[in-house]
Nanobody, 120 residues
Framework: QGRLVESGGGLVQPGGSLRLSCTAS????????MAWYRQAPGKERELVAA???????RYADSVKGRFTISRESAKNTVYLQMNSLKPEDTAVYYC??????????????WGPGTQVTVSS
């Protein structure tokens, strides 16, 4: 099973921006989709954005128009540009990868995540 490593989190004021990165490694099978999830304290992990291909990109309603997901397939890397951040965006952000029809999270493979805190 591969490895996911997220980075780019931090403390930012409301209205600010952050760019998260995640690289998947340790797989010989091609990754055909990547996604970002987040988990706030006391809440379940939720899907933020998924990049299946350039024509199939999905966002949670709560982040539409503010967040942009992009992917560099050759580097097995996915990014999340987050603009106009709100306090309710505060969470640990995780990425996920898919090989074949299996998301790595289905096998319990999550990275350590990166903390995003939006506060004045």
């Amino acid at each position: 099973q591969g490895r996911l490593v997220e980075s780019g989190g931090g403390l930012v004021q409301p209205g600010g921006s952050l760019r998260l990165s995640c690289t998947a490694s340790g797989t010989i099978r091609p990754i055909n989709a990547m996604a970002w999830y987040r988990q706030a304290p006391g809440k379940e992990r939720e899907l933020v954005a998924a990049h299946i291909n350039r024509a199939n990109i999905r966002y949670a309603d709560s982040v539409k128009g503010r967040f942009t997901i992009s992917r560099e397939s050759a580097k097995n890397t996915v990014y999340l540009q987050m603009n106009s951040l709100k306090p309710e965006d505060t969470a640990v952000y995780y990425c996920n990868a898919r090989t074949g029809s299996v998301w790595w999270s289905d096998n319990g493979s999550w990275g350590p995540g990166t903390q995003v805190t939006v506060s004045s």
